[in-house]
């Protein structure tokens, strides 16, 4: 009663709270709104009215009327109502509450309204479901994977053996009611049905209170939440042991029933009265020669049969199928082309859903009896027209008989007679040399004694010949004789016995016939491998092969294509080829394989490519062709369709072609030289890179012969003997070589051969990669003539200095005296210059290796200019030549020191070469660009410096080469910067020019390298270490700017470099 009492206070609790929310609402969102809105109350009044009903709905509208009356509409702060608009809009509004409450209060009672009969009528459905599992002895379960609550139905109880009312519906009690060795395999059923959202459905044993094991089966199904959780599972059991009890004793009958028609050792089969066979036992698919019953399954046996007998065994089948059990005889052919005699006894064989009755027949192989027979009878008729010939020649019946071993010799036929002791009475001349002795050693001895190897075999037959009066016909022997030892021969041997003329039943010896059929054994044997290899060829040569008629009708098909189209053989056989499940995929398909008939059926061969799907659904490309088969009156008889599957190759082909459009792109690309070369010395290949270096054209290089056009004079002969060494022994994987470029120029390259041979391995040339490595070996020679000039240069200071410190040491000079002075300063003067010899080559390598950072500064270049002279007028006063500047005053952002550096050693260098009274001038302008090209504005400027330096202008035409004016050549760096390789901005242009012996055009490039002098006595002559020029080069090529020289021999060489007037650091 209280808690209904609190219930009933709640209702009307949040029809005030709801009111009272309105209320603040309305009142913080009145500032914003133009007009008073009553939003919030409606939403109060339906939120009541929705929770408690009608009456607290009615609350609401009252509260809100009041609240509107006193808070919001004049006056304010009272319940009067002075303007009569606001009085008709309250009233509106009120009328809108109550229509909100009505509402939703019926909808609320229609809802509950629903909700009471929506659970009678699904009560009454619960009743009716318990009521039909009880029926179907099935309980339903619902398991709560989230909480893992599990809720059974009354009849688990049932189900798992229970007393009502003991089931406490936990998992753990229905887990033990579960058989131990099904446990397992229903977590798996239930984890497999969850992770793969399917269907869980399980068969698994249950053992009761009393020790009995019952079957059930499980199934149920997993519900998941929105992100695919697994939240809940509901499912059924229900009792499955009567059903299991039929499956088992089914099961066991039919494996008994099994067991003994695979066990029959005599044929067992089922067939139509029109010969269809519809099943039949191993024994029997031995019998007819069939690997497997699907091979004859489907088929008529008639087409086996002999075809004079196969009318009486088509009406001894239809007799059985009357009723009347009988047998046959008859003889067959077999798949594989033996003959077989048989006896059938046959027995009707009805079910209840045919129309038409089998027949139930076995059969048993009588061969070797009908065979016997035969044999018997031939014997017989023999024997009696020899016993009818010696009784008419009975004196010559000796002569007859030796006659009779004779000509069996001449035959290959051995013969022989044995008495009751089993020896030799009588024996021919064939029979004793396969037994490797001479007739007369055969004669009174035994078997055992002739042939001890094959007397355990031959012993036994002679015996039962002898007990039983029966022959021994066509035995066949595999064994070695005597006289071809460790070769294995056939015989067919029959054994007879020999009855005493007088008696018809005294047997008095044996007769053997013995036949060598070694030739036939080995045809028999090669016929079935050739039929073997036939059946191979049909089923393995070809990925589909079929033989068809004329009209498109399939005859025939090997297994590969049914196994592709996963169709089983009957389904094809007798259909149009175009009807075959791979071509029936597409019309496009069934239109070329008509096509392809029909162009056959005229007498023309058919081949294209096509692809078509297999039953997996991919697909595979093949080779596919029909050809015609004509008879002996040239007409077509049959048509033969072929197709074998080139999908590997048409890959690897694409995968070949991908290979070698990547290949000719390396070798088309790639920075080396490729050369290939046929056996004979000819150039078959060259890449690009090769005709890039060297100059030729393809037309130029193809076909010739490569020892006489691209190699110098002097290597032609040692570079074909070394090829010629790669052709025969494969030698010289590696060697170096120069070749000559078409200007004449040397380039030397390192090459890697390999040698190329045809399919069968022999030699056909090569092909040798090969890496221009000449200024590599040029800086190996650097590196050589380095190493030899840095320890003379480094010796020759040290030997004298360490002979002037030995001097002073010994005491044989004193320092004090004039000539231990004059050691001192000789001591001196060689320190300084080891001096400088290590600290041009520390320099170098720090600036090649940028190890020294230039300190960039703001320098005036005359200044450096001015100090560059001050620092060498002294050398210069000595040497007698004069020094001429012609300073530039502006400022540039330079290593100033660096650049004086430079200076310095560009002066120095004049001075050393320049003869005595000459003049070095040193001069500085700008060069300004004219055009958008790299210095292309230095034609004024070089030209203007060139005009004042009479000696080089008159020859600036041939600035990249040398000509000739009187007895002087004029020369120019190779890698002086032209007038459209300069850098368009403007540049700082420095020269220093002397009048001394020149250089040489070849040397011009070198001397910038180390340790390069153009006269290598000049180091011991003139001083200096061979490194000036090239830390020179460094230097400025660090401020971006160009060094070169230019020379005319005799009359002196002008060094260039320039600076840019704007810093690029």
């Known amino acids: 009663m209280l808690e209904r009492m609190w219930f009933q206070i709640n209702l009307y609790a949040v029809a005030v709270l709801s009111v009272f929310a309105a209320t603040v609402l309305t009142q913080l969102f009145q500032p914003l709104l133009l007009s008073i809105s009553f939003t919030f109350f409606y939403a109060a009044i339906a939120i009541s009215a929705w929770y408690g009903g009608m009456k607290p709905g009615l609350l609401a509208t009252v509260l809100f009327i009041l609240s509107v009356s006193y808070f919001f509409l004049e006056p304010i702060h009272s319940l009067a109502i002075a303007d009569q608009g606001n009085f008709i809009r309250l009233s509106l509004s009120v009328l809108v509450a109550f229509l909100i409450s009505y509402l939703i209060s019926e909808q609320k009672n229609a809802k509950y309204q629903i909700e009471r009969l929506n659970n009678r009528r699904l009560q009454e459905s619960k009743e009716q479901l318990q009521l039909a599992m009880q029926a179907a002895e099935m309980g339903m379960w619902n398991w709560n994977l989230v909480t893992g609550e599990i809720t059974w139905t009354p009849e688990h109880e049932k ?256 013969l022989c007679i044995h008495d009751r002791e089993m020896r030799f009475v009588q024996i021919n001349e064939s029979l004793a040399n396969i037994n490797g002795c001479s007739v007369e050693a055969h004669l009174g001895k035994t078997t055992t004694e002739i042939l001890p190897e094959l007397a355990s075999t031959i012993n036994p037959l002679l015996e039962q010949v002898l007990i039983t009066g029966q022959p ?148 595979a490309t093949f080779d596919f062709s029909v050809k015609p088969v004509l008879d002996e009156a040239s007409q077509i008889e049959l048509l033969i369709a072929e197709g074998r599957d080139i999908s590997d190759r048409k890959q690897a082909e694409a995968i070949l072609q991908e290979s070698d459009r990547r290949w000719h792109s390396l070798l088309n690309n790639v920075e080396l030289i490729v050369v290939g070369l046929d056996q004979n010395g000819n150039v078959d290949y060259i890449n690009p890179f090769f005709l890039q270096l060297t100059g030729y054209t393809p037309e130029e290089v193809l076909g010739k012969y490569w020892f006489d056009y691209f190699l110098p004079q002097s290597q032609k002969y040692p570079v074909r003997l070394c090829f010629e060494e790669v052709l025969e022994k494969n030698f010289h994987p590696h060697y170096q070589n120069s070749i000559v470029t078409k200007l004449g120029e040397e380039r030397m390259i390192a090459w890697s051969n390999t040698l190329l041979r045809n399919a069968k391995g022999q030699p056909i040339g090569t092909i040798s990669i090969g890496e221009d490595i000449t200024e590599r070996y040029k800086l190996e020679r650097m590196k050589a003539e380095f190493i030899s000039i840095v320890s003379h240069e480094l010796r020759t200071p040290l030997t004298s200095i360490s002979g002037a410190l030995e001097l002073l040491s010994t005491g044989l000079i004193q320092p004090e005296s004039k000539r231990g002075q004059e050691t001192l300063q000789i001591a001196a003067t060689e320190t300084d210059r080891l001096t400088r010899l290590v600290n041009d080559i520390l320099d170098l390598e720090r600036l090649e290796f940028g190890k020294i950072r230039l300190e960039y500064q703001s320098w005036n270049l005359a200044e450096l200019m001015r100090r560059a002279v001050d620092f060498m007028q002294l050398a210069a006063n000595q040497a007698g030549i004069t020094l001429s500047v012609e300073v530039l005053s502006v400022i540039l952002e330079i290593d100033g020191d660096r650049i004086l550096q430079v200076l310095t050693n560009l002066l120095s260098n004049a001075i050393k070469f320049s003869p005595n009274n000459s003049t070095i001038w040193l001069t500085a302008e700008i060069c300004k660009a004219e055009k958008q090209t790299e210095f292309q504005g230095t034609a004024s400027s070089i030209g203007a410096v060139e005009s004042r330096h009479q000696n080089f202008s008159e020859q600036r035409d041939c600035a990249n080469g040398g000509s000739k004016e009187g007895e002087h050549f004029y020369f120019r760096h190779p890698m002086a910067p032209s007038l459209d390789t300069l850098h368009y901005t403007p540049y700082i242009l420095i020269s220093v020019r002397d009048q001394g012996r020149g250089i040489p055009m070849n040397q011009l490039e070198s001397i910038f390298e180390r340790f390069q002098q153009v006269d290598a006595s000049d180091s011991r002559k003139k001083g200096g270490t061979g490194l000036g020029l090239a830390i020179c080069r460094n230097i400025v090529q660090q401020h971006g700017g160009h060094i070169w020289a230019e020379s005319a021999l005799k009359q002196g060489s002008c060094f260039y470099f320039t600076l840019p007037l704007i810093a690029e650091h």
Not at 484 to 492: F, H
């Open 159 to 414: 189900l798992f053996g229970f007393v009502r009312g003991t089931f406490d519906g936990r998992y753990e009690t229905f887990d033990a009611c579960m058989h131990p060795h099904d446990r397992q395999g229903v977590n798996q059923a239930v984890q497999k049905a969850i992770l793969e959202h399917s269907i869980y459905e399980h068969e698994y044993r249950i053992i009761w209170a009393d020790g009995s094991v019952h079957w059930v089966e499980g199934r149920g199904q997993t519900f998941y939440n929105k992100i695919g959780q697994p939240v809940r599972m509901t499912g059924t059991i229900i009792n499955i042991d009567e059903r299991k009890r039929t499956e088992t004793a089914l099961m066991q009958s039919e494996q008994k029933l099994r067991a003994i028609f695979e066990a029959e050792p005599e044929c067992v089969k089922v067939i139509t009265t029109d010969g269809i066979l519809q099943n039949m036992n191993p024994a029997g698919l031995a019998m007819i020669e069939a690997d497997n019953l699907d091979q004859v399954f489907g088929q008529c046996i008639y087409p086996l049969i002999e075809p004079t007998q196969q009318q009486a065994f088509l009406e001894f089948l239809q007799k059985v199928a009357q009723g009347e059990i009988g047998a046959f005889e008859f003889e067959i052919t077999g798949l594989k082309g033996t003959r077989r005699w048989l006896e059938s006894r046959a027995v009707p064989l009805l079910t209840p859903d045919e129309a038409m009755p089998y027949v139930l027949a076995v059969t048993r192989d009588i061969t070797e009896r009908k065979q016997t027979e035969i044999q018997i009878r031939q014997l017989n008729a023999e024997l009696e027209q020899r016993v009818a010939e010696r009784t008419v020649e009975l004196q010559r019946s000796n002569d007859f008989l030796n006659s009779f071993f004779n000509g069996a010799s001449l035959a290959a036929i051995g």
């Open 472 to 619: 021994i016909l066509n035995l066949e022997i595999v064994a070695p004789v005597p006289s071809q030892v460790g070769v294995m021969r056939y015989w067919l041997s029959s054994y007879f016995p020999i009855i005493w003329s007088n008696s018809s039943t005294q047997i008095v010896g044996v007769g053997l016939i013995v036949i060598e059929i070694s030739d036939r054994k080995r045809s028999e044997m090669a016929l079935f491998k050739s039929e073997q290899k036939f059946r191979a060829i049909f089923e393995q040569t070809f990925q589909f092969i079929g033989l068809l008629t004329v009209d498109d009708t399939l005859l025939e098909i090997n297994q590969a294509p049914l196994d592709f189209a996963h169709v089983k053989r009957e389904a094809v056989i007798g259909r149009p080829l175009w009807e075959f499940p791979s071509w029936a995929a597409s019309a496009q398909t069934q239109e070329i394989a008509k096509t392809a008939i029909a162009q056959a059926a005229s007498g023309k061969f058919y081949r294209s490519e096509i692809t078509v799907q297999s039953s997996d659904g991919s697909y």
